[in-house]
DNA sequence: AAACACCCCTGCGGGC
DNA sequence: TGCCCGCAGGGGTGTT
């Protein structure tokens, strides 16, 4: 489900919600999820959260003690806050109640999310480490792709998909802005042209920003916290549109896979 | 070292 | 109607 604007747009969601409360309790009614959730979460029962904030696809929980409790949606899942009364259906594995009285609920079906706690004081999760910078700062420039691709084999598609080189771009967006900036998926990266990096790196955060705009991209079972879709849809250019016309020249679009993921491109319009 | 393939898991849509 | 197959928004691990 989530690339990092259905994060974002969830984080924006449930953050009203859960700055300045106090941790009432938390519930693991499943610890099996991408790694085994640790006891110690137990840890952060009873302090106040300051702030929620993000870091790649991570939403991080940050305590008042320095604590963070990080969240990872993997594929499937979703955050929703509810009142901590309301019965936990089929996937619903995690519950952070809050003394409002509300909890924030992790639901997610295939359980490649995540929920790891990182003690007062402790560093940061190895997951979190090596992480590249965010699309949507000034960080992420597109010098930085030109220097970190030189001689670089693989298809151009992958290295922006790579956390190392810069984070949050999945695939429906990584196929957006190669659409979006007219590069072909398939060029190996260290052939793509600084000029062309230049748009594609305009490309990969004007993408994301509108996502975030229109509340993500619903595909399937993708919700605000709020239970409303996200709109982006609507605002495909080529993901999940092969056989059907480009929107700029109508030549048909095509589907490949790179890297084990469904690719989707224009023919005409990439190259 | 870089570039791949593979795997974790459940649900759903399409084809028969 | 029902069963089987293939596929899905992520990303860590292990192999060449």
Not at 34 to 48: N, T
Request: proline share 6%; aromatic share 6%.
């Amino acid at each position: 489900m989530p690339e990092l604007p259905e994060v974002e747009v969830s984080r924006l969601g449930v953050a009203p919600f859960l700055q300045g409360q106090v941790i009432q309790n938390i519930i693991v009614r499943d610890r099996r999820l991408r790694w085994p959730v640790s006891e110690s979460l137990a840890d952060a029962i009873g302090h106040r959260i300051e702030a929620v904030t993000r870091r790649a696809k991570y939403l991080i929980i940050v305590l008042q003690n320095g604590g963070q409790i990080i969240l990872h949606l993997g594929m499937s899942g979703k955050l929703r806050v509810l009142e901590a009364t309301v019965a936990p259906v089929k996937h619903d594995h995690l519950d952070i109640v809050l003394a409002s009285g509300k909890c924030l609920r992790l639901n997610d079906p295939r359980r490649f999310g995540a929920c790891l706690w990182q003690p007062p004081g402790a560093a940061e999760p190895t997951q979190l480490m090596n992480l590249g910078p965010e699309p949507l700062t000034d960080d992420f420039t597109a010098d930085r792709l030109v220097a970190l691709s030189r001689g670089k084999q693989s298809a151009v598609k992958n290295f922006i998909m790579d956390n190392a080189v810069v984070v949050g771009v999945g695939n429906i967006y990584a196929n957006e802005a190669l659409f979006m900036a007219g590069v072909d998926p398939r060029r190996k990266a260290g052939n793509v042209s600084a000029k062309r990096y230049q748009l594609l790196t305009q490309a990969i955060k004007e993408v994301l920003a509108k996502a975030i705009q229109q509340g993500g991209t619903t595909l399937k079972d993708f919700t605000q916290t709020d239970g409303k879709p996200g709109y982006f849809k609507q605002s495909l250019n080529v993901y999940g549109r092969a056989g059907e016309p480009c929107l700029t020249c109508e030549t048909p679009i095509k589907s490949l896979t790179i890297g084990q993921r469904n690719t989707f491109y224009c023919p005409q319009c990439q190259r």
